[in-house]
């Protein structure tokens, strides 16, 4: 008679859907990295030079403080401290629009300062599809956000159970840590 014996694994496991985010996060720092790439070997001796708006400071503090408060959302979920998750998650999502708002105003502030998409150089034009590209990536990240926000108000989340929060804050995590290089990134090459 044969026997068969299962073989545990050893290490800790992954959930399947943080694997396929973590995949996803991996993808898309290659289309960041080649876009900013692409910007860098593209600068030339007669490069347009222009300086960045005074609000892409304030959204790279708002999305910082952003962050602070989803893992604060996360870390009461995992206490049981429910009416501070939705508090900090409404938190968290009002900061996102903000940062949203601040990158349409920062648009407008260079087209005042006659620095447009198409006719200037390709300085400009990388700007925007840079910004453009994360803004859309962020919008993604907002839709998870109201997701994860109307699931606490519907208590669905325990302390043991919180894996949908915690796929929104990695997310959220990675468009606010793509940002600040991003926004470094724009203030070495400019």
Request: aromatic share 14%; proline share 2%; hydrophobic share 55%.
């Amino acid at each position: 008679m044969i026997t068969v014996t299962q073989r545990e694994t050893e290490g800790p496991k992954i959930h399947p859907k943080k694997a396929m985010l973590w995949f996803s996060i991996v993808s898309m720092n290659m289309i960041f990295a080649g876009l900013t790439s692409a910007m860098f070997v593209s600068k030339s001796d007669n490069w347009f030079s222009f300086d960045l708006p005074y609000t892409l400071w304030i959204s790279s503090a708002v999305i910082l403080v952003s962050s602070i408060t989803m893992q604060q959302a996360l870390h009461a979920a995992k206490n049981g401290a429910f009416s501070k998750v939705r508090t900090m998650m409404m938190a968290t999502l009002v900061l996102g629009l903000t940062f949203t708002a601040l990158q349409f105003v920062s648009w407008v502030i260079l087209v005042q300062h006659n620095v447009f998409f198409v006719g200037n150089d390709t300085s400009a034009s990388f700007l925007y599809v840079i910004t453009a590209a994360h803004l859309a990536h962020l919008l993604f990240g907002l839709v998870a956000l109201v997701v994860s926000w109307t699931k606490s108000l519907k208590n669905k989340y325990t302390p043991g159970q919180t894996v949908g929060l915690e796929l929104t804050a990695i997310f959220w995590h990675f468009l606010d840590g793509l940002w600040i290089y991003l926004f470094l990134f724009l203030l070495y090459i400019r």
